[in-house]
T-cell receptor, first 114, second 111 residues
Framework: DVKVTQSSRYLVKRTGEKVFLECVQDMDHENMFWYRQDPGLGLRLIYFSYDVKMKEKGDIPEGYSVSREKKERFSLILESASTNQTSMYLC?????????????FGSGTRLTVV | QKEVEQDPGPLSVPEGAIVSLNCTYSNSAFQYFMWYRQYSRKGPELLMYTYSSGNKEDGRFTAQVDKSSKYISLFIRDSQPSDSATYLCASFTGGGNKLTFGTGTQLKVEL
């Protein structure tokens, strides 16, 4: 069964810490995405990547960066965590750049910043 | 105004009911439409996918797109408690590079 695996289900971090969220997919997809999901706001795109070492800003990139050194791995970095970054973070990958075959999501990482 | 609007619910129905979930969108360039289902503490999973206007049926699920009114619907027949989840609609343009999601409608099917 194809998978997108997020390294942590729950994380608690302190304000100001540097936080790494890891995502690995085993489907050989070129396209990977990071979303955050908040009540009433839905899924918002943070960053995406079409290829190794490529990245593009989504709708809410401020306070985040990403790294894609290998095709199967896409990392989200919170440079200095803040309480307003408390959220559910979802990683996704897709076969098609246009998403015409849909996205496969991981189970999410619920991050709490205290 | 959000590009994809969805009533958050919650929507509560008895088992066996026909459920209608709806979205509206504002971007006329949207051509591809999807429905995702998200169980509690899980990531969304693709449920239905349609291109342009028309209907698509898969078992108890029917997706309907009306581009003239910019309206997307998902119908669930003979609803089951296992259908209890949040349903997200999503759209993108043919040349676009990212999905735009609605905020999701929470559905509860009660015994």
């Amino acid at each position: 069964d194809v998978k997108v695996t997020q390294s942590s289900r729950y994380l608690v971090k302190r304000t100001g810490e540097k936080v790494f969220l890891e995502c690995v997919q085993d489907m050989d997809h070129e396209n990977m995405f990071w979303y955050r999901q908040d009540p009433g706001l839905g899924l918002r795109l943070i960053y995406f990547s079409y290829d190794v070492k490529m990245k593009e800003k989504g709708d809410i990139p401020e306070g985040y960066s990403v790294s894609r050194e290998k095709k199967e791995r896409f990392s989200l970095i919170l440079e200095s965590a803040s309480t307003n970054q408390t959220s559910m973070y979802l990683c996704a990958s897709s076969f098609s750049r246009t998403g015409s075959y849909g996205y496969t999501f991981g189970s999410g990482t619920r991050l709490t910043v205290v | 105004q959000k590009e994809v609007e969805q009533d958050p619910g919650p929507l509560s129905v008895p088992e066996g009911a026909i459920v209608s979930l709806n979205c509206t969108y504002s971007n006329s360039a949207f051509q591809y439409f999807m429905w995702y289902r998200q169980y509690s503490r899980k990531g969304p999973e693709l449920l239905m996918y349609t291109y342009s206007s028309g209907n698509k049926e898969d078992g108890r699920f029917t997706a309907q797109v009306d581009k003239s009114s910019k309206y997307i619907s998902l119908f669930i027949r003979d609803s089951q408690p296992s259908d209890s989840a949040t349903y997200l609609c999503a759209s993108f343009t043919g040349g676009g590079n990212k999905l735009t999601f609605g905020t999701g409608t929470q559905l509860k099917v009660e015994l």
